[in-house]
């Protein structure tokens, strides 16, 4: 639950928790990965409209869209880069099918340029308090006419149960393609992904670490993902934790595969 919707406050102690339960270290590593992923996939889910397409006794779920979002930390002073470069899991699979898809998401040229991909990436790892992702994404800087993808990528991050057809239909009133559309969405939800699994991980190496530790308004945030005026009432945010697609939900628009 933690590592969904507060993956900064993820502490050694709640992984220690998870010790004391019986989990083994290979365990928690695969149970960090489980947790990751799926907020890659409810996110391409809640932005595409996909729906539930097999039989389930779940209940449907409506979620209490007057929530409040729990609020991000600010940026800390400095932060600490892990020696070896950033965190990646030890499970041999797992890791190698994790870095073969982040190459491809990051790396590809097309529908979209890598200057969005990465544009895309920081913003996600922003919202994730991920500093030191979104520091390594922050080689291409904002252009004049990219507000409408920081603002993309901060909906998908934070409120992707909230993504309707107005926001695909403002990608494409834009010029996107409907592959372009879907590469957006997955290097957002990708790099949300990500980002949980680098904070878990660390969490589970570190045991004297806090991933929450910052000063609050020491530093301000990069000019690539800096955030822009805020409309009126657009502080209320319902808490930052994916939502499975609802059964009977409106279908924002289906999308192809790539």
Not at 32 to 49: M, P
Not at 95 to 119: F, T
Request: aromatic fraction near 6%.
């Amino acid at each position: 639950m933690i590592l969904t919707a507060r993956p900064w406050a993820l502490t050694a102690e709640a992984v220690g928790d998870a010790r004391q339960q019986g989990l083994d270290e290979e365990q928690i590593e695969a149970a960090i990965g489980v947790i990751s992923l799926f907020n890659y996939f409810t996110r391409v889910a809640d932005a595409t409209g996909i729906e539930f397409d097999y039989p389930t006794a779940l209940p449907a779920f409506e979620p209490d869209l007057c929530q409040v979002t729990a609020p991000r930390p600010d940026r800390p002073v400095s932060f600490s880069r892990p020696a070896g470069g950033r965190r990646r899991p030890r499970l041999g699979g797992l890791r190698a099918a994790w870095e073969s898809w982040r190459a491809y998401v990051l790396e590809a040229d097309q529908p979209i340029s890598q200057r969005e991909r990465r544009l895309l990436a920081a913003v996600a790892a922003e919202e994730a308090a991920d500093w030191e992702g979104a520091e390594a994404l922050n080689g291409y800087r904002s252009g004049p006419d990219d507000d409408h993808l920081i603002g993309f990528a901060r909906k998908l991050s934070r409120q992707p149960w909230l993504m309707g057809a107005e926001d695909l239909e403002r990608l494409r009133s834009l010029g996107y393609s409907e592959q372009a559309v879907l590469h957006v969405i997955s290097v957002v939800a990708h790099q949300n992904a990500d980002s949980r699994l680098v904070l878990g991980l660390g969490a589970t190496r570190d045991k004297s670490r806090s991933l929450c530790r910052t000063e609050r308004g020491s530093r301000p945030r990069h000019p690539l993902t800096a955030p822009r005026v805020r409309p009126p009432g657009a502080d209320r945010d319902p808490v930052s934790l994916p939502i499975p697609v609802r059964p009977g939900a409106a279908v924002p628009n289906r999308l192809p595969t790539v």
